[in-house]
C-alpha cells in the first residue's frame, strides 16, 4: 500500500473510521472465539458437537465398566488367592501333626504306665496306642519318641524299642484329644488299665487341659511307594 | 496509511475493551468481519489500480457486510444456514484471493 503522502481528506477519513471498525469487529470475534466456544455457534454446529459429546462419553462409559470389570477381577483373584493359600496352610498343618514334623499342643490325657517287672510288652503298648487312636487321639507320643503311621514296636535286647529307638518303664505316654473321652476308653472293663493292672504294671492317667507333644519324627522318602497320579484310574 | 494507523486503533481498541457482542449478533459477526476484508481488499486493489473512488469504496464495504449478515440469517431461517454460511464465505475467499492477488502483481511487479 504505497501512498504518497497522508492527507486529512473526507475519503480518508471515512476510510479510517471504516478500518477502525474493522480492527475493532476483527479483536472482537478473535476473543470471542477463543473464550466463549459454545454461545456463538449456530443450532446446527451445536447438535454436531452435542452428537460428538455424547459418543464420546458412551465410549469412556464403556471403558469405565471394563476397567470395573478387571478391578473387581483382580480384587477377587486376590481373595481367592488368600483363601488358597489359608487351605494350603491347614492342610500342612494337619499333615504335619499327622506325620510328626510338627509340634502339637492341645488338650489330652497324660498316662504312666510303671513296669518294674517287665511284665509290659510292645504288643502292650501297640495296644495302648490303638485304643487312643480309637478313642480320637490326635498326636501321640511315648517317652520322647512321636508314635506315627510307620511306627513299629519290636523287642529289643535292652528292652521295648519304638521305631528302633528304645525306650524304658515308667512309659510316658501324652495323647492330645478330647481328655474325657480318651480316659473313659482307658477304663473300659477289659480295656487297657484292666490289662495292665492283670499282668503286674501300673497305670495311672491324668486329663489335662493344655499338653504339648514335642516329639518329632524325622520325616523319610518313601524309597518303593509313589504316589499315583490324580487323573490315572486307580486299579482295584 | 491513515486508514492502515485506523485498522491498528481499531485492534488495540478492541483487545483492550474486551467488548461483549450481543447474543443475537454473535453467529452473524465472523462472517461480517470476512465480508469486510473483501470490501477492504477491494479498495486497496482499486487504489493500486488507481480508480479508487471513497463512496465506492464506503458502499460497497457496507453493502458487503449487510448482505453477507442477511443471507446467513435468511438461510438460518430457512434451515440451510450451515451450508449458505459456508457458500458466503467461499464466494467471499475467492474474491479475497483474487484482490490480493492483484495486489501482489502491483507491489511486487510478479
Redesign the interface.
Known amino acids: ?3 504518497a503522502r ?1 492527507r ?22 478473535v ?3 477463543q473464550s466463549l466456544g459454545l ?7 451445536l447438535l454436531t458437537i452435542l452428537d460428538d459429546a455424547t459418543l464420546r462419553s458412551s465410549r469412556l462409559d464403556q471403558n469405565a465398566r471394563e476397567l470395573q470389570a478387571t478391578r473387581d477381577q483382580l480384587v477377587s483373584g486376590s481373595t481367592s488367592g488368600a483363601a488358597a493359600v489359608r487351605a494350603a496352610q491347614e492342610r500342612l498343618d494337619a499333615l504335619g501333626i499327622l506325620a510328626g514334623t510338627a509340634r502339637a499342643h492341645g488338650p489330652g490325657i497324660r498316662m504312666t504306665i510303671g513296669d518294674p517287672g517287665g511284665k509290659v510288652t510292645p504288643p502292650v503298648l501297640l495296644d495302648a496306642i490303638q485304643e487312643l487312636r480309637d478313642a480320637g487321639a490326635e498326636a501321640i507320643q511315648v517317652n520322647n519318641v512321636r508314635i506315627v503311621a510307620s511306627s513299629h514296636f519290636s523287642q529289643g535286647a535292652s528292652g521295648i524299642e519304638i521305631d528302633g529307638r528304645s525306650v524304658t518303664q515308667p512309659y510316658a505316654i501324652a495323647a492330645i484329644g478330647d481328655p474325657a473321652t480318651m480316659s473313659s476308653a482307658m477304663e473300659i472293663p477289659g480295656g487297657l488299665s484292666e490289662n495292665v493292672r492283670q499282668i503286674g504294671a501300673t497305670i495311672d492317667i491324668a486329663q489335662e487341659k493344655e499338653l504339648t507333644v514335642g516329639a518329632l519324627h524325622p520325616l523319610s522318602e518313601p524309597r518303593y511307594a509313589r504316589p499315583v497320579p490324580p487323573s490315572a484310574p486307580t486299579t482295584p | 496509511m491513515i486508514p492502515a494507523l485506523g485498522l491498528l486503533v481499531g485492534l488495540a481498541a478492541g483487545l483492550f475493551l474486551h467488548p461483549v457482542v450481543p447474543l443475537a449478533l454473535q453467529p452473524y459477526l465472523p462472517i461480517a468481519v470476512i465480508a469486510a476484508l473483501d470490501a477492504v481488499f477491494g479498495g486497496v486493489r482499486a487504489v493500486l489500480d488507481g480508480i479508487f473512488n471513497d463512496k465506492v469504496f464506503v458502499v460497497s464495504f457496507l453493502s458487503n457486510v449487510v448482505v453477507a449478515a442477511f443471507i446467513v440469517f435468511l438461510g438460518d431461517q430457512l434451515g440451510v444456514g450451515s451450508q449458505l454460511s459456508t457458500g458466503v464465505v467461499v464466494v467471499l475467499g475467492i474474491r479475497i484471493f483474487s484482490n490480493v492477488a492483484s495486489i501482489r502483481r502491483h507491489v511486487f511487479r510478479a
Not at chain 1, 454461545?39 to 454446529?45: F, M, N, T, W
Request: glycine share 2%; net charge positive.
Open positions: 500500500m504505497l501512498m497522508p486529512a481528506t473526507k475519503a480518508n477519513a471515512l476510510a479510517a473510521l471504516l478500518a477502525i471498525l474493522l480492527g475493532f469487529a476483527v479483536a472482537t470475534q476473543r470471542q472465539n454461545e456463538s455457534l449456530r443450532q446446527s454446529d
